[in-house]
């Protein structure tokens, strides 16, 4: 292998490295070449040949095997090799070739630069050979001369370079993508945190050493606490930037988050930047000088793993909403429901109270909500105070408070002494009280959510009784709630499988017995046959809204089958429907009536609707507006069970109403007593003064329609005159 000068300098200006790739190989790493052939002059000549030489400014360095037999056994153990120089014809004529297909196929080799060189060509033809094996070069010993030979392994470093660059980007995109997708599934910003640190270093393979800090809020001046470390630095944990003592990293993080970029000299300093003034940096000891494709990879890394970031701090904004009551601070009352079941594996001496703030609305409608949110967060400060930090406290309602303790804290004494004295709220002193119910733990087989229904069982109880009341839980209320419960259920099923009906009560004009009307009655009868009183059913449907449709149903039942006694001949006859609360105030009552009336072609003017005395006294002024609809829609309105309640009379002379009806307690303690006696008196007084028609119920006996005849009584129904009904009796009673 003999050169001219001219090769000499040609070598040289091949020998210059392509400065814009090189620093993808460390500067103290030869180029490892692997020589396979059976002829030992071949190994020292190809040696003799480079001495000396650089490929890309680094040296060369040579490894031998004389048969392919030993290569494959160098191979196993080296993984660092970047040309292989290989004979075709060794120990077999197609030796080389074998170990070609071995190094890419069985050890799958592919960076590795093959040069095939031979000495007898016949055995392998080029173009055949080059087709069929992946192989970088084909020369024949004659042909390559020094300069030639120095040109193939030129050539053939700079491939695998390039080879190894891509399969490095590769190997670092596949990273980046892996560490986003593992770290999507980290919920907790610490957890998060630490796993950017742990990724990063595995991206570029070092050790984890670093640490995390982050700026979740959006003001400036949000404190930045370190939320993640490792190694060196574990002992920062939680600790806010200000006041780590390290100097230079607090300078790095600090400059990195400042000047929104990653800094790369003197360490790496990472930036993870989002919207809203939110910001993650992150520091790592790399221990070298970070390549150009480094740089680039951790660019990308730092681009999906804030993402991600954002992803996490906006999942622990909803997990904290989720669960913590943002004006109080306070857990809510689905933080409070884990807690009862975490003291349930020890309940002894354990208590849970709901604490109600009476009247709490009144605060809110007299003073506005800013300041019912100051009464709250200062009724918060005391309980805090007076339970002490071994009790936990919730918000579980708009003024409604969970707390969990022990006996001797959480009891009413307790709560009476938190609610004892005024409360000073931005200048308002206000005279505070709270209704209390209470659950001992060790006495309750319910769980969780249960355990608050238990409570708020005891608290509705309490409430029943008086303002500030408190009252413990028994086993009792539980039975009558889960009867209540069930019974509500039955009435649900009852009402949409068509086992609710309606009855009707005559009316009559009790001097001469004449039927001028009926009161149409609810009824509910079991799928066992079974009659539940209405005395039951309908306070449960007012309280559930139920009332809203079944009420409607009662009304176009009852125009339909009043149309039906039109056509019978009965044309002046009256039909009475009575009307709740709930239906009363809501806001389609009035097209409720109107498409009844049309539906079933009927004049509103033989309708009466009954509405009660504590309706009626309720709210003047929805009062008197809903009864000027009805009114002209031509009904005609009767006050119910006049005398059990607190009238105002100025307000009685205000209502356009047409009847008023004595409550059949009065009847029947007409005879008996002096009080019911004077009350029916009054009413009939009352109903004659304002020019109203007067009529009693629950009439059973011909002395007491005698005695209502006697007070000046207009009307009357009862068992006297009949029983309620179903309608096809109805029709033959009226027909007799």
């Not at 999906?304 to 601070?329: C, H, K, M, T, W």
């Not at 020890?346 to 703030?357: M, Q, R, S, Y």
């Not at 006294?617 to 009805?630: C, N, P, S, T, Y």
Request: hydrophobic share 40%.
């Amino acid at each position: 292998m003999q050169d001219s000068p001219a090769d000499d300098d040609l070598l040289e200006l091949l020998d210059e490295p392509e400065h814009t790739d090189a620093e993808h190989r460390p500067q103290d790493r030869p180029w490892r070449v692997l020589i396979v052939d059976d002829d030992g002059d071949v190994h020292k000549a190809t040696e003799l040949a480079m001495q000396g030489l650089t490929v890309e400014g680094q040296p060369l360095v040579f490894l031998h095997a004389s048969s392919a037999a030993q290569a494959r056994q160098l191979l196993a153990s080296e993984d660092d090799l970047a040309v292989v120089l290989l004979d075709v014809v060794m120990e077999s004529e197609d030796a080389g070739l074998q170990l070609v297909r071995h190094i890419r196929e069985g050890l799958r080799l592919n960076a590795v630069r093959i040069v095939l060189r031979t000495g007898q060509p016949g055995y392998a033809p080029e173009i055949e050979t080059v087709q069929a094996y992946d192989i970088n070069d084909y020369k024949t010993k004659s042909e390559l001369t020094r300069t030639r030979l120095y040109t193939v392994l030129t050539a053939a470093v700079r491939s695998y370079r390039q080879i190894c660059a891509l399969e490095a980007n590769r190997r670092g995109l596949e990273m980046i993508v892996e560490s986003s997708t593992s770290l999507s599934r980290m919920r907790g910003l610490s957890r998060f945190a630490e796993g950017v640190v742990t990724q990063l270093c595995a991206l570029l393979g070092i050790l984890p050493e670093g640490l995390v800090c982050a700026q979740v809020g959006g003001d400036a001046g949000d404190e930045v606490r370190i939320i993640a470390a490792a190694g060196q630095y574990s002992g920062l944990i939680d600790r806010p930037l200000s006041q780590v003592k390290i100097v230079n990293v607090r300078n790095r993080l600090e400059r990195c988050l400042s000047e929104h970029r990653n800094l790369y000299d003197d360490g790496t300093c990472l930036y993870f930047g989002m919207g809203e003034g939110r910001a993650m940096a992150a520091l790592v000891d790399v221990g070298r000088e970070l390549s150009d494709l480094d740089q680039q990879l951790l660019r990308a890394f730092c681009s999906n793993i804030a993402v991600g970031f954002e992803n996490v701090v906006l999942y622990s904004q909803l997990l904290d909403q989720a669960y913590n009551d943002p004006l109080l601070r306070l857990p809510n009352r689905n933080r409070f429901v884990e807690l009862l079941d975490k003291n349930l594996k020890d309940p002894a001496g354990v208590t849970l109270a709901l604490i109600d703030i009476d009247d709490f609305s009144d605060i809110n409608d007299a003073f506005g909500h800013h300041f019912g949110d100051q009464v709250l967060q200062a009724v918060v400060h005391r309980l805090s105070d007076m339970l002490g930090l071994s009790t936990a406290m919730a918000r579980v309602g708009a003024d409604t408070f969970g707390v969990l303790g022990e006996h001797v804290k959480v009891c009413p004494e307790t709560v009476s002494a938190v609610f004892g004295e005024p409360f000073v709220v931005a200048g308002e002193r206000l005279q505070l009280s709270a209704t209390t119910g209470l659950v001992r733990l060790g006495e309750s087989r319910a769980i969780g959510s249960e355990l608050l229904l238990d409570a708020q069982i005891a608290l509705k109880r309490a409430k029943q009784q008086q303002r500030g009341a408190s009252q413990y839980f028994s086993a009792a209320m539980g039975s009558d709630a889960r009867e209540r419960f069930k019974l509500l259920k039955g009435l649900r099923a009852g009402f949409e499988e068509n086992r609710l009906f309606v009855v009707y009560q005559p009316q009559v004009e009790l001097a001469s017995g004449r039927v001028i009307g009926a009161e149409a009655l609810l009824r509910w009868r079991t799928d066992d046959g079974r009659y539940i009183a209405p005395d039951q059913f309908i306070p449960l449907a007012e309280q559930s809204g139920l009332i809203i449709p079944i009420g409607e149903f009662v009304l176009r039942t009852a125009c339909h089958q009043l149309k039906r006694l039109q056509a019978l001949g009965h044309a002046d006859f009256r039909m009475a429907v009575n009307v709740s609360m709930a239906q009363f105030r809501h806001p389609r009552f009035l097209d409720t009536l109107s498409r009844a009336l049309s539906d079933s072609g009927v004049a509103g003017q033989n309708l009466e609707l009954e509405i009660t005395e504590s309706m009626a006294m309720d709210d003047a002024e929805l009062v008197l507006r809903v009864l000027a609809g009805i009114k002209r829609l031509g009904f005609s309105v009767a006050i119910d069970d006049f005398g059990t309640g607190f009238s105002s009379l100025s307000q009685l002379r205000q209502l356009q109403v047409d009847r008023l009806k004595i409550d059949r307690a009065f009847v029947q303690e007409a005879q008996s007593s002096t009080a019911g006696s004077t009350i029916a008196q009054m009413v009939v007084n009352l109903g004659h003064g304002l020019g109203l028609t007067v009529i009693a119920e629950g009439i059973e006996t011909e002395e007491q329609r005698q005695y209502l005849i006697g007070l000046g009584c207009h009307e009357g129904q009862g068992w006297l005159f009949a029983k309620p009904m179903p309608v096809a009796e109805l029709e033959a009673f009226l027909s007799r």
